[in-house]
C-alpha cells in the first residue's frame, strides 16, 4: 500500500465551507493498539461462550438459584411454609415481639401511628389485604422512609409481623379472627 506523504491537502476547502482537510496517516502506534484490541476481542469472546462456557443467562440462572436458596417461596396451598402468611396463636405471637423490636419506633406501641400510619383502622394506604401487608413489609416503602424488611428479617418473620398486623387490625375493626388470642 502506497502511503501518502504528511499534510497533503484533498482539496475539498471549496465543498466545505473553507475548511481544508488533511490526508495523514494514522501513527504505527495507534493501528498497533487498534488491531491488538481487534484480536483481544475475538480470543475473548471465543473464551467467554465457547471455553468458560460462560453467558448472561448462565449468570441469571446461577443468582436465582442462590435466592430461591436464600429466599425460599412459599408452596400453593401448603400449610404454614417459610414466608406463608398463616394466622394463629403462635404466628402472632412471633410477629408481636418482632414488630415490639423493629416497628413501634414508627408506628407506635399501640399501633395508631406516629411516623407511620395507622395500622388499626379500615384505611390502608398500600393495601390492607394480608398479600398486601406481607408485600409492604417485604419491599418497604423507601419514599416515605420505611425499610424494605424482606432481606432483614426473611420471610418466615415478615409473615409473622404480618400475621400479627391481620389479627390486631381484625381485632380493632371488629372483626375477630376465630381461635386465635395473645397472652
Known sequence: MKKSPPDQLLGHAADNDGIDE???????????????????????????HFVGHRSQVNELKAEMAAAQAKWPQAPSGGGGAAGELVVTTETVSA??????????????????????????????????????IQHTIT???????????GPI??????AQVAAYLVYRNAEATGHPIAGVSLP
Do not use: R, S
Open 95 to 132: 410477629g408481636q415481639a418482632i414488630f415490639q423490636a423493629n416497628c413501634v419506633a414508627c408506628h407506635g406501641a399501640n399501633m395508631l401511628g406516629g411516623i407511620g400510619p395507622n395500622l388499626l383502622d379500615t384505611l390502608w394506604i398500600h393495601g390492607g389485604t394480608p398479600a398486601d
Open 22 to 48: 488533511y490526508d495523514n496517516p494514522l501513527p504505527d502506534w495507534w493501528l498497533g493498539l487498534f488491531y491488538l484490541c481487534i484480536i483481544w476481542a475475538v480470543i475473548y469472546t471465543a473464551h467467554y
Open 139 to 149: 419491599v418497604g416503602v423507601p419514599d416515605k422512609g420505611m425499610l424494605t424488611w
Open 153 to 158: 428479617l426473611g420471610p418466615e418473620k415478615v
